[in-house]
């Protein structure tokens, strides 16, 4: 191979690391109720990934929560919080432990469903007291990051490399404005994605007024009342062209290759500082209540690790299931694995044997998600 064919080789390819992928501890631990001293369990976790304090003392943290669907939509009754939403008593045990630690601004985001409205309010209509999150630590603030909410414009977050599906994203101002950017997911399944983690809960960072199925043509829909089914999902809808556009002038139409692309990408532009998976209570079989055939579970576990990845890579394992499995194989039976195409793009590493895990073995706090 000449040099020049090697480059058109490179130009050609996603951006794969030369080496091997990063690894970086995890820590697990046994949490068995919302009703435990959840601050002090987590606190734990934190000490063994090297403490808060070196990577929030006098920063701006974003925390990306999973609050994905209407809050009207409940599983059996119960409250989402012990379904398919990220828990609100977690949230304010990760807010309080971050103040403590010296953190100048904490901002919980999420996209909020079919809305650009305060986000207060829609935690209101799920359930969460907000008043007591807020007082959880100083400087706490919330933004519905469906659209440009209080800035003047979007923020653009390009992908390192040659991108999978889209080349740079326009993102509400918040995943900018931050030093440090935390993905506080549910362990749950996904229809399309296999796994819902903290690689796939940044799918939600995208705002619906650019990459929903009502968002304007050539602008922004500023008060968008849609998802992203015909969008992102399947391309049956184009985004706004004030956005960068898909890189395939031919895209694929299977919402089973373009999602978990898409989020490597997301992954790649806007990477995550700090990964936190609330599986104390959950669902499985799906990633909400409009999914069929699902199922309380109740693993009784939270995972948290400074690589996403490396996280994901643990999390699944809980789950039963093997981090590296290809597309055909659970829980990636219709959908490609996101973790591999992270992984491919240098992002971090699925191999377990190179993670550390630290606290409650793998073995131990295994929870099968297959039923």
Not at 43 to 64: E, P
Not at 143 to 155: D, H
Not at 213 to 224: I, L, S, T, Y
Not at 270 to 286: F, M, T, W
Request: proline letters at 7%; a positive charge.
């Amino acid at each position: 191979m000449t040099r020049r064919e090697l480059l058109a080789l490179l130009g050609a390819a996603p951006l794969v690391s030369a080496v091997d992928p990063p690894a970086a501890p995890v820590a697990i631990a046994r949490a068995t109720s919302y009703d435990g001293d959840l601050t002090a369990v987590l606190a734990t976790m934190f000490d063994q990934l090297g403490g808060l304090g070196r990577l929030v003392r006098g920063k701006t943290v974003t925390i990306k929560l999973n609050l994905t669907g209407s809050p009207a939509l409940r599983f059996q009754g119960k409250p989402p919080g012990v379904t398919h939403y990220t828990h609100p008593k977690v949230a304010g045990a990760v807010a309080h432990l971050m103040g403590q630690a010296g953190a100048r601004r904490i901002r919980f985001v999420e996209s909020c469903a079919a809305g650009g409205g305060p986000m207060e309010e829609y935690l209101l209509d799920s359930g969460w007291n907000v008043r007591a999150l807020m007082g959880a630590a100083p400087g706490i603030e919330f933004e519905n990051t469906n659209n440009l909410g209080k800035a003047r414009r979007y923020s653009r977050f390009k992908v390192p490399g040659r991108a999978y599906m889209y080349p740079a994203f326009d993102l509400n101002h918040s995943y900018e404005d931050t030093d440090v950017f935390v993905s506080l997911a549910k362990l749950k399944n996904h229809e399309t994605c296999g796994v819902t983690l903290s690689l796939k809960n940044l799918f939600g960072i995208t705002p619906a007024s650019i990459y929903g199925d009502d968002a304007g043509k050539n602008e922004p829909n500023e008060n968008p009342a849609e998802g992203r089914a015909e969008s992102l999902h399947l391309a049956h809808r184009r985004i706004s062209s004030s956005a960068p556009q898909e890189v395939n002038a031919a895209p694929s139409r299977d919402a089973g290759y373009r999602v978990p692309h898409i989020v490597a990408d997301l992954a790649a532009a806007r990477p995550v500082d700090l990964a936190i998976v609330d599986g104390i209570e959950s669902i499985a079989g799906g990633e909400g209540p409009w999914v069929g055939g699902l199922r309380l579970v109740r693993p009784g576990i939270l995972i948290a690790g400074t690589n996403p990845v490396a996280t994901d890579a643990v999390a699944a394992a809980v789950m039963g299931y093997d981090p590296r499995a290809p597309r055909g194989t659970p829980p990636f039976r219709h959908c490609d694995n996101t973790l591999r195409l992270a992984e491919t793009r240098g992002l971090g590493t699925t191999d377990l044997a190179r993670i550390e895990v630290r606290g409650l073995a793998i073995a131990r706090a295994r929870f099968p998600f297959s039923a």
